[in-house]
C-alpha cells in the first residue's frame, strides 16, 4: 500500500558514502569510525575483509599483490554496493587508481577521502601502535604502490598530521557538499600538505 502520509516531492539528501583511503598508519580505521559515528552510517574496516591468508603474507613481510587483493577488493565493492542507498563509511588502503574504480563499481556516488602524509609522520604512528599485524617495513611498499586521487575522482585529500577531530570535521565538510558526479574532471591537489580546502573540485 502506498504511503499517504508522505508530502510528496522529491527524496531527502543522500546519507553519506565514503572511502577513506590512505597507507598503512595513515589513520583510515580511526578516522573512518569516528566519521561514521558523526554521519549516522555504518562503518566497515577493509582489513576484517582480508582472507587469513592475506594477513599471514603481511605479518611475513611480503606485500600484497594485485591478484591478492583482487577477491578482497570485489568483497568490499558488495558492501558498498548494500549501502549504495543507506550510505556508509569504509576504510581501506585503496592504494591503486584500479583498486578505487573496482569499489566505485555500483556505488558511483562513492566520495574518496585520501589521509596523506609523509613517511615520517606514518611511521611514528605505526611505531606507536604495537602488536598490529602490520610490519613497519611494509610502509616503504605501501608507498611506492600509492597512486594519489586522479582528476575525475571526486574526493578530497586531508593532511593526516591534523587532529583527528579536525580531520572529521573536514570529511564531513565534504560529504555535505553537491553531490559528485562521477567521472566529471577535478583538480586534486598534488601535495598532501596543502591546507584545507583542498578539495576535488566538484562543481
Ligand atoms: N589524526 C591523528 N592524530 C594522531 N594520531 C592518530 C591520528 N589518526 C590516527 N592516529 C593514530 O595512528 C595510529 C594508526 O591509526 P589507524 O590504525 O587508524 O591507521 P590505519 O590507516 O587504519 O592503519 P592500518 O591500515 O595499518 O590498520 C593509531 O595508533 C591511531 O590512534
Ligand atoms: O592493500 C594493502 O596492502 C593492505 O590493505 C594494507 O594496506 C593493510 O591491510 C592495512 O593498511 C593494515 O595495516
Known sequence: MPDTTRPPGPPG???????????????????????????GVPFADADDFHPAANIAKMAAGIPLDDADRAPWLDLLASWLR??????????????????RDRLRDGAGRLLVVHLAGSPA???????????????????????????PLAPGEPGAVLDVDRPVDVLV??????????????????????????????????S
Not at 548494500?82 to 583498486?99: D, M, P, Q, T
Not at 570535521?169 to 601535495?191: F, I, K, N, Y
Request: proline share 10%; hydrophobic share 40%.
Open 82 to 99: 548494500e549501502h549504495e542507498v543507506g550510505g556508509g563509511v569504509l576504510s581501506c588502503s585503496a592504494l591503486k587508481r584500479s583498486y
Open 169 to 202: 570535521e573536514q570529511a564531513l565538510a565534504l560529504l555535505a557538499g553537491p553531490v559528485a558526479t562521477p567521472g566529471r574532471p577535478c583538480a586534486t591537489p598534488s601535495d598532501p600538505t596543502t591546507p584545507w580546502p583542498a578539495r576535488a573540485d566538484r
Open 13 to 39: 539528501p543522500a546519507r553519506p558514502l565514503a572511502l577513506v583511503m590512505g597507507v598503512s598508519g595513515s589513520g583510515k580505521s580511526t578516522v573512518g569510525a569516528a566519521l561514521a559515528r558523526r554521519a
Open 121 to 147: 609522520v606514518i611511521a611514528r604512528r605505526q611505531a606507536a601502535r604495537p602488536g598490529h599485524f602490520m610490519p613497519a617495513s611494509l610502509l616503504a611498499s605501501q608507498f611506492a604502490t600509492l597512486e
